[in-house]
Nanobody
């Protein structure tokens, strides 16, 4: 059974950085698409970044392009989201997700982590 466990969230000042981790288990992920999303209170879930586990192009939302980077470590079966130049509007619960097939920016992913809270103070 696929399990995704996020970690690395916390409280950071505006302009600071955080690196979120998503530990994946229960399957071989080489064929999977890995994505990061976030949801702020009262708002819809928002796509942030995605990539194939096996490599290739990465995709970013305009709101985070140039500030966030998605990467993965095969040895640790972990996907990361490096977040730099954080802003108060980045405050949200951040989710890791996985799916088979093609990369998509909508929420049609098969597996989701429990989420990790990121709070950016001004």
């Amino acid at each position: 059974q696929v399990q995704l466990v996020e970690s690395g969230g916390g409280l950071v000042q505006a302009g600071g950085s955080l690196r979120l981790s998503c530990a994946a288990s229960g399957h071989t992920f080489s064929s999977y698409i890995m994505g990061w999303f976030r949801q702020a209170p009262g708002k819809e879930r928002e796509f942030l970044a995605a990539r194939r586990w096996s490599g290739g192009s990465t995709y970013y939302a305009d709101s985070v392009k140039g500030r966030f980077t998605i990467s993965r470590d095969n040895a640790k079966n972990t996907v990361y989201l490096q977040m730099n130049s954080l802003k108060p509007e980045d405050t949200a619960v951040y989710y890791c997700a996985a799916r088979l097939g093609f990369i998509t920016t909508n929420s049609e992913y098969d597996y989701w982590g429990q989420g990790t809270q990121v709070t950016v103070s001004s």
